[in-house]
Structure formats: C-alpha cells, structure tokens
C-alpha cells in the first residue's frame, strides 16, 4: 500500500461523519496507518481542517505511571513534560496553540473553539477524569465524539470517567497525594488521588453494545482500523452497563 496523504485521512474522517464544528478527542498510533506523508504534524492538520474553526479538536497527553504514589507524588510542567499517549499528541500539544489541561497526571490538550472551556477546569479535578475534566466535559456536550486511530477501546480514557462517575473499587489508590503543577510563573499545589494499577481492563466488551445502539462507527484509513463513538451516548450507555455490573469493564482473568 502507498502512503497514506491528508486527503486519504480527511476522507476517512467524513465518512465516518465528522465535519465543521463538532469536538473530537482523538487517541492514536502514527504507525497503525502505515507511512504517513507529513507523519504526525500532517495528521493533526487533516484532524483541525475536518472540525474547522469552530469545531475542537482534543488529544490525551497524559503523564502519570505506576511509580506514582503518596511517597513518590507528581510533578508536572505542563510546558516541559512530555506525555506517553504517542507521537501525534507529544506533537500536538507543542503546537503553539494548544492548551494543555494543568492535571498532574491526565492531562488533556486541545486546539479550537472549546478548547479553553474543555480544559480550563481540569486543575481542580480530585480524581484525574471526573466530572470537571476534559473527559467529563465533553460527554455533556452535544457532537462531540471520540476517535481512536489504530487504536482499540482499551486506550479510550474516557472509560475512566465511567469508573469515576460509578465509584467502582478498583479504579484509585485510596487517599489524596500532593501534586506539584509547575507553570512559567507559579507552583500550584493539588490535592488528588491517583489511579490504582494492577487490575487489567477489557473496555472492548462495550464495543457490542455501541454498534447495536448505532453510536459507534468504523472504517479504514490506510492501514488503521479507525472507530469513532459518540461521546455523551457512550458515557451513558457504558455507565448503565457499570452500574449493573461493576467488574464488566475487568479482563476475565483479572
Ligand atoms: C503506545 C502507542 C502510542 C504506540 O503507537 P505507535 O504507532 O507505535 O507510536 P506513535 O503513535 O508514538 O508513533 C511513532 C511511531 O510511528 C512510526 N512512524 C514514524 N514516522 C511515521 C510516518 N511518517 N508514518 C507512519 N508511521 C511513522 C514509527 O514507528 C514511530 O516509532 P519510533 O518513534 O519508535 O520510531 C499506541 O499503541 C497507543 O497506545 N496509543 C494510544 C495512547 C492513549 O491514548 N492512551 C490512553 C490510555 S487510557
């Protein structure tokens, strides 16, 4: 197969339905597609011309890890520290554009209209995906959606919000650790919990039920298998299912 071209990824992204104005937060993996022309700068400008001016577009920059904990707490710089979530959000959110949600742990960043009102109230989230986050946030706003690019459920975030807003018992550590967020101009001190580790999800059992209620669609760009789920639907849907079942979002094993 060829390289994959911007108008390939545009084309992809309208047939799944996106267009000017609505809010995508997208998670990704540059490699799925295969060659990219223009890796992953040429992606972030295929997703901002799909969503125009008026729409947002958002990607996970997170930065939190296992070695977190109350004697080993988080630092972020939200300038300076890089995110694990991939190439094309490492690149986006050093677009001088961008806004980068001052959580020391998930951080979110965002280009467009909504971008500021998506991410400005993240520093005061006490759990890292709650009702004030990026994540929280757009699930109560209408054509909003989340794209995963090559990428399966698994690395949806947004199913921790679900977690959060149903209080499963396996999803925090327990108690709040101090959290150090350094900006250009000021230290902010935070009181938050930390996302507990060890208990292997399999978000991909959902994937069923969003196809049946016809909130989820796929297809192909290059090489990558791509979904897009509406993001309020998916919410409320995937929270009906925790709240009748509390380990249904647990791999069998775990
Ligand atoms: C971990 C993860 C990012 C790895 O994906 P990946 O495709 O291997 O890596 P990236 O997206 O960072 O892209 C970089 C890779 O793309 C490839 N690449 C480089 N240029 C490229 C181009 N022009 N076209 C296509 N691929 C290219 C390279 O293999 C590169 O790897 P390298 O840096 O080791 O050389 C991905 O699997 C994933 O999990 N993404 C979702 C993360 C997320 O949102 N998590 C939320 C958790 S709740």
Redesign the pocket.
């Known amino acids: 197969m060829g390289s994959v071209t911007k108008t390939t990824i545009i084309q992809g992204l309208h047939d799944l339905g996106l267009h000017t104005g609505c809010r995508v937060l997208a998670?990704?993996?540059?490699?799925?597609?295969?060659?990219?022309e223009g890796?992953?700068d040429m992606v972030i400008d295929a997703l901002l011309d799909v969503v125009g001016h008026s729409g947002t577009i958002l990607v996970?920059t997170?930065t939190g890890s296992e070695a977190l904990s109350a004697s080993n707490p988080p630092l972020f710089d939200p300038e300076n520290t890089p995110c694990w979530?991939?190439?094309?959000p490492e690149t986006f959110r050093q677009r001088p554009d961008a806004i980068r949600s001052l959580h020391p742990t998930h951080s979110v960043a965002a280009i467009g209209a909504d971008a500021r009102r998506l991410t400005s109230m993240h520093q005061d989230s006490i759990t890292p995906c709650d009702a004030l986050s990026p994540y929280g946030l757009l699930a109560t706003m209408p054509d909003s959606y989340i794209l995963l690019l090559?990428?399966g459920h698994n690395?949806?975030?947004t199913f921790?919000h679900v977690e959060e807003i149903v209080g499963v018992d396996y999803h925090m550590q327990p108690g709040l650790v101090r959290a150090e967020i350094h900006t250009g101009d000021e230290t902010l001190i935070r009181h938050i919990m930390l996302h507990a580790y060890g208990t292997p999800r399999n978000f991909g059992v959902m994937e069923a039920v969003y196809t049946e209620r016809d909130i989820q669609y796929m297809t192909k760009i290059g090489e990558a298998t791509v979904r897009l789920v509406v993001a309020q639907a998916m919410v409320e849907v995937t929270t009906q299912c925790l709240q009748a079942d509390h380990r249904i979002l647990c791999a069998q094993d775990a």
């Open positions: 998670h990704s993996s540059l490699s799925s597609f295969g060659h990219v890796g992953a996970p997170l979530t991939g190439r094309i090559g990428v690395s949806n975030t921790h």
